[in-house]
């Protein structure tokens, strides 16, 4: 059972489209707006955003780790640009560069969305790892399976895109742990 009732699930989506989603479409514009997919796949593996600075997730992987990525991504271009479905998309980017030190499902996950948004392919159901699995039991939702199906999320979050509701279970942890309002919380500044 949920410890958020629907009303604040509510105000916690609200709050996520008016703060987070207009930076979240300008940070995917920067992907897509790439020249090419080598560029689109470089920008994505460094996590470089459209101000220069590297991602929340992307600044716990070394320099060498990234660059490492950087190329083992650019040569799976093909593979890459092959993917019909995100899974596949997804699979790619973890085969190359999980096997790195110090590089995670949350930095594949990353990567691989923003892949995707140069080569239209977006995430259909929500990606499970610490922090979205955290979330997902906050509202009651346990389950050791990958990925939850999108529809099996609460109705406050049918508004949301899959990519945002796994934002969103991300940050449920926190507005937990803080019961200020959901406001102040999604008011903050935000990758």
């Keep these: 059972m949920s410890v958020l009732s629907e009303a604040v699930l509510e105000s916690v989506v609200k709050n996520y489209v008016?703060?987070?989603?207009?930076?979240?479409?300008?940070?995917?514009?920067?992907?897509?707006?790439?020249?090419?997919?080598?560029?689109?796949?470089?920008?994505?593996?460094?996590?470089?955003?459209?101000?220069?600075?590297?991602?929340?997730?992307?600044?716990?992987?070394?320099?060498?780790?990234?660059?490492?990525?950087?190329?083992?991504?650019v040569s799976q271009?093909?593979?890459l640009q092959a993917a019909k479905t995100f899974d596949s998309l997804l699979e790619t980017v973890e085969r190359a560069i999980l096997p790195i030190p110090g590089l995670n499902?949350?930095?594949?996950?990353?990567?691989?969305?923003?892949?995707?948004?140069?080569?239209?392919?977006?995430?259909?159901?929500?990606?499970?790892?610490t922090s979205t699995r955290t979330g997902a039991k906050q509202l009651g939702i346990v389950t050791k399976k990958r990925l939850l199906l999108f529809n099996s999320l609460p109705a406050a979050f049918q508004e949301l895109?899959?990519?945002?509701?796994?934002?969103?279970?991300?940050?449920?942890?926190?507005?937990?742990?803080?019961?200020?309002?959901?406001?102040?919380?999604?008011?903050q500044s935000q990758e």
């Design 18 to 73: 008016a703060q987070n989603r207009p930076k979240s479409k300008a940070e995917f514009a920067y992907f897509i707006g790439q020249p090419t997919l080598e560029a689109a796949i470089r920008a994505a593996a460094c996590a470089t955003k459209s101000d220069g600075k590297p991602g929340k997730h992307q600044r716990k992987g070394s320099a060498d780790s990234l660059k490492i990525a950087e190329e083992k991504l």
């Design 77 to 79: 271009a093909e593979a």
């Design 105 to 129: 499902d949350v930095y594949a996950y990353d990567t691989a969305t923003r892949i995707g948004a140069y080569l239209n392919i977006w995430p259909k159901h929500v990606y499970l790892y």
């Design 161 to 187: 895109e899959p990519y945002e509701a796994e934002e969103t279970l991300s940050n449920l942890k926190k507005l937990i742990s803080e019961p200020a309002a959901p406001v102040s919380y999604f008011s």
